[in-house]
């Protein structure tokens, strides 16, 4: 990731009488742990917020469209596979020690509700986008890459299309150091089917407003 000149990490400037010091303040990434006791104690009240690299990251109100997307897929997907997969809406998953992000949709293994604590675990990650667009085809394409996930949708609003992202692979210049070698672009009178569940198969204007 690169960081502006003004954001930088200080660098230490030697040392004065035995002890380091440095020039600026240094920042401190937020972790997992302390977001949640944050959310715990109602800090992020009336706010829809994820925890992406240590930060708190604030998104946009949900539109009507976003939020009838949102509800039609997670309905589609649970009439579809709720006997073998656990579908969460706008709910975290576990992205390591310094990531909460909250996909619009996500299938996971039933046996997370056996675990506590978000899921680490996640088959299917669909994000529905109109103004965070751009942010979903990056930075959230990277993230959920580089967590491994094999199957990442954008619904995009937008265009009106359905993006279907596999295939994580290194890439360098990727915000997470990840990003996916396959993408997919499919419209009204098209459909797709999740990895895990093949047999399941979704027209693209089932999971559009």
């Not at 529905?128 to 580089?146: G, I, R």
């Not at 491994?148 to 949708?153: L, N, V």
């Not at 265009?159 to 009204?188: C, H, K, M, N, W």
């Amino acid at each position: 990731m690169t960081t502006p000149v003004s954001e930088a990490t200080p660098q230490f400037a030697g040392h004065i009488d035995g002890v380091e010091s440095v020039v600026g303040p240094r920042r401190r990434p937020l972790s997992a742990s302390d977001y949640e006791q944050m959310a715990s104690l109602g800090l992020f009240e009336g706010l829809r917020v994820e925890l992406i690299d240590g930060e708190i990251v604030e998104m946009p109100p949900i539109g009507e469209s976003h939020a009838r997307s949102v509800t039609k897929t997670a309905i589609r997907l649970t009439v579809a596979l709720h006997e073998r997969l656990l579908i969460r809406s706008q709910n975290p998953i576990n992205a390591g020690t310094l990531g909460r992000p909250e996909p619009d949709v996500v299938l996971v293994p039933l046996e997370s509700l056996q675990v506590e604590g978000p899921p680490s675990q996640a088959e299917l990650v669909i994000e529905v986008s109109d103004s965070t667009l751009k942010y979903d085809q990056t930075d959230k394409a990277s993230l959920y890459a580089s967590l491994g996930i094999q199957d990442y949708w954008i619904i995009n609003l937008v265009e009106e299309s359905l993006e279907v992202r596999r295939q994580p692979i290194a890439r360098s210049v990727a915000r997470f150091g990840f990003d996916y070698a396959s993408i997919q672009i499919l419209t009204r009178g098209q459909s797709a089917s999740p990895l895990v569940a093949p047999d399941v198969v979704l027209q693209v204007q089932e999971l559009l407003p």
